[in-house]
Nanobody, 122 residues
Framework: VQLQASGGGLVQAGGSLRLSCAAS????????MGWFRQAPGKEREFVAG???????TAADSVKGRFTISRDNAKNTVYLQMNSLKPEDTALYYC?????????????????WGQGTQVTVSS
């Protein structure tokens, strides 16, 4: 599976962005998918994950603001980000997990995209 993330950019606090992650391969629908982010000087952290059947989970820091979804027909996973805050500024990565057993753990993911930058100004 190859992943291509897009949709990042510069936005003011309170604004919205939608990230997309396009996946290659015919088995996309069976993979768990996740979004992670990494800010300068910080460790990569889990943002949100979604199972093959649409079941999802999100980090407490983004609950109520970010929504993960997927369109298996388009081999694409999305991250809708609303009410953005300066602390959301980071490089955002999408990832694919064949086992989908622990969506919150980066070690569960075998495939990673290249990242897309999100910058939120105050």
């Amino acid at each position: 599976v190859q992943l291509q993330a897009s949709g990042g950019g510069l936005v003011q606090a309170g604004g919205s962005l939608r990230l997309s992650c396009a996946a290659s391969g015919r088995t996309f629908s069976s993979y768990g998918m996740g979004w992670f982010r990494q800010a300068p000087g910080k460790e990569r952290e889990f943002v949100a994950g979604i199972m093959w059947n649409g079941g999802s989970t999100a980090a407490d820091s983004v609950k109520g603001r970010f929504t993960i979804s997927r369109d298996n027909a388009k081999n694409t996973v999305y991250l809708q980000m609303n009410s953005l805050k300066p602390e959301d500024t980071a490089l955002y990565y999408c990832a694919a997990s064949r086992s989908a057993l622990a969506l919150r753990s980066a070690v569960s993911y075998e495939h990673w995209g290249q990242g897309t930058q999100v910058t939120v100004s105050s």
